[in-house]
């Protein structure tokens, strides 16, 4: 019975990931190619580009004005490129540019869609997070109070690393054992939202 359980198990986690996909972000002269692309929840991103050239995540604001000021929480890979993990790209439109280049319009945008297909989606319940960063203690705040509504903590790996029962419309809770760094908190639904969270 076991090895009939391990097999079925392998083969689920095999169809599961086989849905995600790597896509390929190169760099032509001064700009990305493909300069937009939209990928599905899940996906990761590699930017394969030359010594000269970085991505870095920006605000709206800033990738209009053709700045380079990082967004606080967002990625960023060094000169040359590197790999976004899924857990960096939460459903939504995500604004990016070459730091040195920013001013020259060298820039790009990655729509992250939701499984329904929906890019910049939000669950039933909206929340907030603060303060945001955090040293140890934080606050998980929602418009409503759902009994039984949990929250997750995910690392950029994407493995979960804390989660618990939300118990009001502002919840208290303690990330002081984990280490510092990025991390997203979701709260799961029909319609799932990640906020990014900094401890420090």
Known sequence: ????????????????????????????????????????????????????????????ATWNA??????????????????????QLPAGTHYYVCQPHASLGMKGIITVLSTNGIADFQPATHFSVYPNPT???????????????????????GQQVANGLLNSNATHVDITPLSNGLYFIEIPGKRNQSLKLIKY
């Open 135 to 157: 040293s140890g203690q934080l606050t998980i705040k929602t418009s409503t109070y759902i009994p039984g509504s949990e929250y997750r903590i995910i690392d950029l790996s």
């Open 66 to 87: 053709n700045g380079n000021t990082a967004l606080p929480g967002g990625f960023e890979l060094p000169f040359g490129g590197g790999l976004v993990l899924p857990a």
């Open 1 to 60: 019975m076991k090895p009939k359980f391990l097999l079925s198990f392998c083969l689920l986690s095999i169809s599961v990931t086989g849905f995600s996909t790597k896509w390929t972000i190169v760099n032509s002269g001064f700009t990305f190619s493909p300069s937009s692309v939209s990928i599905s929840y899940g996906d990761s991103v590699d930017f394969s580009l030359a010594s000269m050239h970085n991505a870095l995540e920006v605000s709206e």
